[in-house]
């Protein structure tokens, strides 16, 4: 099993460009979730899906959006990059309150 | 909504010696609390949690304690050893789907 998987693990955009981060998972867990940590800062929820088809803000979510695609897909879409949205961004998922099973990370930066 | 406050944020300790990491959260609704290591360049991953109807839970070297009257949670981790050294970070549940509000990290470095 690969748990959760994760693409691009690296990206450099400009200001002003858009992008989409890949998640999926292959253990049918109903809840994903993207986080963003930044030095100092912990880790950051920006949205999360509790099941398929639905969608819900986090702390963080201004400048984002995301799409449950299915049960297994979970996208995250920089419209507009901008430099604060530089981070690491990770996704997870879980089955209900419990265990996170992170994703490698993707290191994104915005010049 | 939730808010995790995490202290120390940087720990160092002499190989052998034990461990403290408090955090206090402020939603009385909370009821499951994680405690996860990030080594460097890794992914963080579970150490150990706890549930609110438990006041405290041990795994070996590591034991986390549970004050839901007061509202804070500590991990403590004796004995310990130079792979202990990591970033750790305590989380608390927020809203019934599970998701999890992290405190901002406590780096524990442990001296050979």
């Known amino acids: 099993n690969a748990g959760v998987t994760q693409t691009p693990k690296f990206q450099v955009l400009k200001t002003g460009q858009s992008m989409t981060l890949q998640c999926a998972q292959d253990?049918?867990?109903?809840?994903m979730y993207w986080y963003r940590q930044d030095p100092g800062m912990g880790l950051r929820l920006i949205y999360y899906?509790?099941?398929?088809?639905?969608?819900d803000k986090g702390e963080v979510p201004n400048g984002y959006n995301v799409s449950r695609l299915n049960k297994r897909e979970f996208s995250l879409r920089l419209e507009s990059a901008a430099p604060s949205q530089t981070s690491v961004y990770f996704c997870?998922?879980?089955?209900?309150?419990?265990?996170?099973?992170f994703g490698e990370g993707s290191r994104l930066t915005v010049l | 909504g939730e808010n995790v406050e995490q202290h120390p944020s940087t720990l160092s300790v002499q190989e052998g010696d034990s461990a403290v990491i408090k955090c206090t959260y402020s939603?009385?609704?909370?009821?499951?609390f994680p405690w996860y290591k990030q080594e460097l360049g890794k992914r963080p991953q579970l150490i150990i949690d706890?549930?609110?109807?438990?006041g405290e839970k041990k795994d070996q070297r590591i034991a986390v304690t549970l004050n839901k009257t007061a509202k804070h949670f500590s991990l403590h981790i004796t004995e310990t050893q130079p792979e202990d050294s990591a970033v750790y970070f305590c989380?608390?549940?927020?809203?019934?789907?599970?998701?999890?509000?992290f405190g901002k990290g406590t780096k524990l470095s442990v001296k050979p």
């Open positions: 989380a608390a549940s927020w809203r019934s789907q599970g998701n999890l509000i």
């Open positions: 939603d009385s609704a909370s009821n499951y």
């Open positions: 997870a998922s879980s089955e209900g309150p419990g265990e996170l099973f």
């Open positions: 899906s509790a099941s398929e088809g639905t969608t």
């Open positions: 253990m049918n867990h109903n809840s």
């Open positions: 706890i549930r609110s109807n438990v």
